[in-house]
DNA sequence: TGTTAGCACTCACTTTCGCTGAGTGCTAAC
DNA sequence: GTTAGCACTCAGCGAAAGTGAGTGCTAACA
């Protein structure tokens, strides 16, 4: 059954009135702060048809209505208009975010922490990775006698480097030759090409080097793969400024599981986004995680030159300022890849 | 005025107990449950003493006593035994540390979740660095047409790296060119080496290349001047399980600062720990920052190699088991030292 | 038939008030 | 010097009463 336009509007500033004041609403509220030309006995009466029908609730006899998670979904995808920005607010935005960045590891945070600024909510941020990446650089340099660098250039352009033990008598042009060596034998190949097989051709070419060529592929594998996808969490306090976490016991059972980077993946992990849209606002139960199911989550997808991509996103009560949020992310996500595109492939 | 043996006694269990309990304790409590051989009237006359003393406060008349910030520095001088963990449980601890780390930032933030886990209070670990470093290895490598990667190692065994943008005709043997150059003119100096003077003389030498020169010197004195003393945050939110923070406000108050890496930072910058003690106590208003004036700190120092150093530490209430905190922190400071020799310099 | 005014009713929240019990300080006796 | 006894204090708890925002229903009005 479809609502009536009146309905709609009654609705929407029920949902309005509750995202900023946390206190159920009443149908006086509603008649004397917004201009429907409706009485409040009028308003109760299309209140009490939307209690029936499913869009609030009622937390008592004697308390206002508030929304429930039909409400706040039919809300997001119907009734809600985008929060606009200002063009300063804009440029301060994009400003707070440029800085002088040489680290991946600040970038991100950076991101995290403007996002919770912005938000008013916790905030997270997903490091860039990539589902199959392939090699595109490896080198190994002999950094003083007994220790070796290796240093792993992915395709997408994800640099790491691992310090490694090596025999005493291994010199710098034994280290050339093999690096050249393994350089030449595994550039441009992904995780799945390197086979056992393969790997036992390479390890026999250069049989008297065997262990530690070994220990070079493992460690290529492991950027290749690069199963650690970490996330930040910035501004985790700001959840106590709402209302609906002043118990100390909902508090505390939020912030322990946010304080976890398994429980973020493993949330993240369970709530991809449709491809067709950018961002998924996922309202209480929907996100899918018991633990929060009193909690929103709202997460965007950002990506860079096509390649590299992740997650950023919030989570917040319910009761949350969603049309802010969304245009908050947006503005954000737009200019992350943009910084990262500059970082990662010098797009200057 | 020296403390008898008796006033002593009796100042360690009200401690004690308060620790346990965090309820003002009264003198019939310390009558029955230690075995002081006094009758609670005499505890009574006795705590009538420390108090007057300055050892002791009272909350309202009627109720028992708690120790002051004085008391409490008395106790972690000279009361206090320490806490000995079982075999099993360093056992336990230190294999619980043990395991595969690829990279600093994971041994970093893992060891920040075991001292809070250990210890039940939030953790804070700082990112190694060292006092003046110097360049031990630069490379240069050509990633693709147009970017080239620069590699830096410090004599303490710290790597980073950068990509940059370079002009489209430089080619794989310029790069090696200048890489040695470079790496010739740079290996063994410090930035306070770098004058002007001398960098005119490099910049000159290879005139035509002057503007990647000059950006390649740039990062190398970024590397060596490591000016970010990074802090990681662990297990924040076990403050809650303190009833001193059941109240909302002062949670938040809390949270919002431990969420600031700036706040940490400042703060362990004013609490530099005493050459000749490798753990340190602030009780109270002893860590010198107003926020902070009714939780305690304890730090201690690490170190890897006899160069590179840092701080880990907790954070967690004036009544705090000092005790079982400085045992952890012994344990565990001792390991994370193992673990980065081992991962920095390949000690193995 | 839709809208509104009026009224009785509900119920969370706040305030008040007295009670309880743990704890103290003082005094007098041991 | 130690202890028993007693009067006094005061936070915390719970019951009771009061307050007010909000509802649902009914009847009258346009």
Redesign the interface.
């Known amino acids: 059954m479809e609502l009536s336009e009146r309905k709609r509007l009654i609705l929407q500033a029920i949902i309005e009135d509750y995202i900023q004041t946390a206190e159920p609403v009443g149908s006086r509220n509603i008649a004397k702060n917004h201009d429907l030309g409706l009485s409040a006995a009028t308003i109760r009466n299309e209140m009490a048809d939307l209690e029936e029908m499913g869009y609030l609730d009622k937390p008592h006899t004697s308390a206002g209505r508030i929304p429930s998670e039909m409400g706040y979904r039919f809300y997001v995808d119907s009734l809600m208009q985008r929060y606009s920005f200002t063009m300063e607010e804009i440029a301060n935005l994009q400003h707070s975010m440029d800085r002088k960045f040489?680290?991946l590891?600040?970038v991100i945070?950076e991101i995290s922490d403007t996002i919770s600024k912005v938000t008013n909510y916790p905030a997270i941020v997903e490091m860039p990775s990539c589902q199959k990446s392939r090699l595109?650089?490896l080198?190994m340099?002999l950094?003083?006698r007994?220790?070796v660098?290796i240093?792993v250039?992915t395709e997408e352009?994800v640099?790491?480097?691992?310090?490694?033990?090596v025999a005493e008598e291994i010199d710098y042009e034994i280290i050339d030759t093999i690096s050249d060596f393994l350089s030449g034998q595994l550039t441009g190949l992904c995780a799945d090409d390197l086979t056992a097989s393969r790997l036992m051709l390479i390890y026999e070419a250069m049989a008297q080097y065997g262990a530690l060529l070994k220990s070079v592929v493992e460690?290529v594998l492991?950027c290749l793969e690069d199963s650690?996808n970490r996330v930040y969490i910035?501004?985790?306090?700001?959840i106590?400024?709402n209302p609906e976490f002043?118990n100390?016991d909902r508090?505390?059972k939020f912030?322990?599981f946010?304080?976890s980077?398994e429980n973020i993946t493993k949330m993240l992990g369970t709530n991809e986004i449709d491809e067709n849209e950018h961002i998924s606002i996922k309202i209480g139960s929907e996100n899918g995680v018991e633990e929060m199911n009193d909690t929103s989550l709202v997460i965007a997808n950002y990506s860079v030159g096509g390649k590299l991509h992740g997650k950023i996103g919030i989570i917040g009560p319910k009761r949350m300022n969603y049309a802010r949020v969304v245009s908050s992310l947006e503005v954000i996500n737009q200019r992350l890849g943009e910084i990262l595109g500059k970082?990662?492939?010098?797009?200057?």
Chains 1, 2 share one sequence.
């Open positions: 040489m680290r590891e600040s945070s595109r650089n080198k340099m950094i003083e007994g220790i660098l240093v250039v352009g640099v790491r480097n691992k310090r490694m033990g460690f492991d650690q910035g501004g985790a306090s700001n106590l400024n002043e100390i508090a505390r912030l322990s946010i304080d980077h970082m990662l492939y010098g797009e200057d």
